[in-house]
């Protein structure tokens, strides 16, 4: 059931779930940033509509990436409203247009899940605007800066809103849910760790005071200041022991890989409702780890 939170007089965040967020900003000029699953996009147009809002008063849509969980709604909110722009990074964008690619690659990591997060819709071309590595979408009295941001996946983008001193940050700083310690987020195909860490210092040289997360809700960062390092430093902790299962146990498929990857992150054990995050994070670095040649391409 979807819930409305005023997080500031500009910053609403919508929850779709325990899991997703989208994130609007209200200026003379409307964004939404991030949009959930294709399913989630009834439940989207719900939340607006509980803050007076209807797609047409929606200027943008700014997608830190094209993954489902972040892209998925987007096209349904478009066809809404035709006036609608869609900002994405150049790499993503024509995968909005025509999402064939992308939705087999996302029925490959979901599975039996893929039925119920929805069929991605096209968006047509002159509604997706795409975006270099640094860019200022002009909302009025905001300007959102979009910097570049790879690691997590390489048409990635954290949006900046120096008004509030805070950062959208999509998937380049994993998960933080309440209650819950900071995750990695690792998927395939395009994760990069060396990229995730230099793009982690990028976002910390912001000094945001607040973190906007998608995986879930608002972080006060500030005053918190071993956070950058601590994550950069559980990429290397969890490349590396995957790397050293692969190395001691070369015919380990990837399921393998999980659970043995469980066994030695004991803590991790706690968390079974991340487990399908978790396996898709160690595939994506087990593509990493046979990219840069520390595993070999033939292992399983």
Request: aromatic share 10%.
């Amino acid at each position: 059931m979807m819930s409305v939170e005023e997080v500031d007089d500009r910053i609403t965040l919508f929850t779709f779930d325990p899991h997703k967020t989208s994130w609007l900003i209200r200026d003379h000029h409307n964004i939404l940033i991030d949009s959930g699953y294709p399913s989630d996009a009834p439940e989207l147009l719900a939340g607006l509509e509980k803050v007076s809002l209807r797609p047409r008063d929606i200027d943008f849509i700014a997608l830190t990436h094209i993954h489902v969980d972040h892209a998925g709604g987007a096209g349904y909110i478009a066809r809404e409203n035709p006036d609608l722009k869609v900002f994405v990074h150049e790499k993503g964008a024509k995968h909005l247009v025509d999402p064939g690619k992308l939705v087999e690659s996302v029925k490959r990591a979901y599975g039996n899940r893929y039925p119920s997060i929805g069929n991605m819709v096209g968006i047509s071309k002159r509604q997706v605007v795409a975006l270099g590595s640094e860019a200022v979408i002009d909302l009025g009295d905001t300007r959102l800066e979009a910097y570049y941001t790879p690691g997590h996946a390489k048409h990635h983008l954290v949006f900046f809103d120096k008004a509030s001193e805070s950062v959208f940050s999509g998937d380049a700083l994993g998960s933080q849910y309440k209650g819950f310690p900071n995750f990695v987020l690792s998927p395939p195909p395009d994760y990069d760790r060396e990229l995730a860490k230099q793009s982690i210092d990028l976002i910390s040289a912001m000094h945001p005071k607040r973190i906007c997360f998608t995986h879930l809700g608002p972080y006060p960062v500030d005053g918190h200041h071993d956070f950058y390092d601590a994550l950069k430093k559980k990429h290397d902790l969890w490349s590396e022991c995957v790397w050293e299962i692969a190395r001691e146990n070369p015919e380990a498929n990837p399921e393998k890989v999980f659970e043995l990857f469980l066994e030695k992150n004991k803590e991790l054990e706690n968390y079974p409702t991340q487990y399908f995050s978790f396996r898709l994070s160690v595939k994506g670095i087990l593509i990493y780890l046979k990219r840069i040649g520390k595993i070999a391409d033939h292992q399983p």
